[in-house]
């Protein structure tokens, strides 16, 4: 069969052939670029929703919540209590641990391992200590007066909070923009590429076929004829 087709017919084959390789290799790309965007755009929804129901150990809310508690527990709730307290002391040291050794980005590592961070620890140091020890004594009074003292230094932490959550969010949003330009480049990229060696492919078999013919003085199969 190929015998009965001309140089030409033969080159514009593989040309065809060539290109729509080429063209299935865009297609591809183009939306593996897409997908990949919509994952980094589900995925960031899928946090923001953990962040708007769970809050994250880092932030001491809850245990200032169970301190509040405890100035107000009866003797029988206390134990139960101070164990939460402990339990979230635990979840707390663990988590900054993990961004004590991540790449995190350098101005958001600062301020979450910086003023929230001390505060929460100094509230840590006073909650498990003075507070607990006048809770188990039963001493209503100081347990009140340490409190008061605790709910002080939950809110400079609280402010610290607030100044690590703003930096995190612009930090993921900016981070979500870049990866947004950069699909787009991508796809721009690809399609200038296969836009321009579609046209080289073209330009060379032409060249290639003139000179072929040239070299063979004509068609062969017209010079059969």
Same mark, same amino acid.
Request: net charge negative.
């Given at each position: 069969?190929?015998?009965?087709? &001309?140089?030409?017919?033969?080159?514009?084959?593989?040309?065809?052939?060539?290109?729509?390789?080429? #063209?299935?290799?865009?297609?591809?790309? /183009? =939306? +593996?670029?897409? &997908?990949?965007?919509? #994952?980094?755009?589900?995925?960031?929804?899928?946090?923001?929703?953990? *962040?708007?129901?769970?809050?994250?150990?880092?932030?001491?809310?809850?245990?200032?919540?169970?301190?509040?508690?405890?100035?107000?527990?009866?003797?029988?709730?206390?134990?139960?209590?101070?164990?939460?307290?402990?339990?979230?002391?635990?979840?707390?040291?663990?988590?900054?641990?993990? /961004?004590?050794? &991540? #790449?995190?980005?350098?101005?958001?590592?600062?301020?979450?391992?910086?003023?929230?961070?001390?505060?929460?620890?100094? =509230? /840590?140091?006073?909650?498990?200590?003075? =507070?607990?020890? +006048?809770?188990?004594?039963?001493?209503? *009074?100081?347990?009140?007066?340490?409190?008061?003292?605790?709910?002080?230094?939950?809110?400079?932490?609280?402010?610290?909070?607030?100044?690590?959550?703003?930096?995190?969010?612009?930090?993921?949003?900016?981070?979500?923009?870049?990866?947004?330009?950069?699909?787009? &480049?991508?796809?721009?990229?690809?399609?200038?590429?296969?836009?321009?060696?579609?046209?080289?492919?073209?330009? =060379?078999?032409?060249?290639?076929?003139?000179?072929?013919?040239?070299?063979?003085?004509?068609?062969?199969?017209?010079?059969?004829?």
């Amino acid at each position: 069969m190929l015998r009965t087709l &001309s140089v030409k017919t033969l080159l514009r084959t593989l040309l065809i052939s060539s290109l729509s390789l080429l #063209a299935v290799i865009a297609v591809v790309v /183009w =939306f +593996a670029v897409g &997908s990949i965007s919509n #994952a980094a755009d589900d995925m960031g929804q899928g946090k923001d929703v953990v *962040a708007d129901i769970l809050p994250p150990p880092l932030y001491v809310i809850e245990a200032e919540l169970t301190v509040r508690m405890l100035e107000e527990a009866s003797p029988t709730e206390t134990a139960a209590l101070l164990d939460k307290l402990t339990g979230l002391k635990k979840d707390y040291d663990e988590r900054n641990r993990y /961004w004590e050794n &991540s #790449a995190l980005d350098p101005e958001v590592r600062k301020s979450l391992l910086g003023a929230q961070k001390n505060a929460a620890d100094e =509230f /840590w140091k006073l909650a498990l200590g003075d =507070f607990a020890v +006048a809770v188990r004594q039963g001493d209503a *009074a100081l347990t009140r007066q340490v409190g008061a003292q605790l709910h002080g230094i939950y809110a400079t932490h609280r402010a610290g909070v607030d100044a690590t959550v703003k930096l995190a969010a612009n930090y993921a949003e900016n981070t979500l923009k870049t990866l947004h330009e950069n699909s787009g &480049s991508v796809r721009l990229v690809v399609l200038l590429l296969c836009g321009g060696g579609a046209l080289s492919g073209l330009v =060379f078999l032409s060249l290639v076929t003139m000179e072929i013919l040239r070299r063979l003085g004509g068609e062969p199969l017209d010079m059969q004829e």
